[in-house]
């Protein structure tokens, strides 16, 4: 018993820092590390462009009020 939980306390602390075993061999995990990263740098971009849009909408609100309270009409009741 004592054997058992001290192998799932070394599994935990494996896993904590990031060294924690997955099934599969080295290649396999570097693959998931590959994807996650390619994951991680869509999303930065994606994130990125959605703060120009919200920038451009304030200031589309500033230059045409009434344009700009349509487009978020549409935004909001008009898409899926």
């Known amino acids: 018993m004592s054997l ?3 192998q799932q306390k070394d599994d935990l602390q ?4 990031g060294e924690s075993f997955i ?3 080295d290649i396999e995990k570097q693959e998931l590390i590959n994807e996650r ?3 991680q740098t869509e999303l ?5 462009q959605l703060g ?4 451009a909408l304030e200031l589309f609100k500033e230059k045409n009020k009434t344009g700009a309270e349509e487009f978020e009409l ?3 009741t008009q898409t899926e």
């Open 44 to 48: 930065f971009v994606s994130d990125v």
């Open 37 to 39: 990263d390619s994951l």
């Open 4 to 6: 058992f939980y001290f």
């Open 74 to 76: 549409i935004l909001t």
């Open 23 to 25: 099934q599969g061999g």
């Open 14 to 17: 494996r896993y904590e820092t």
């Open 52 to 55: 120009r849009y919200e920038v």
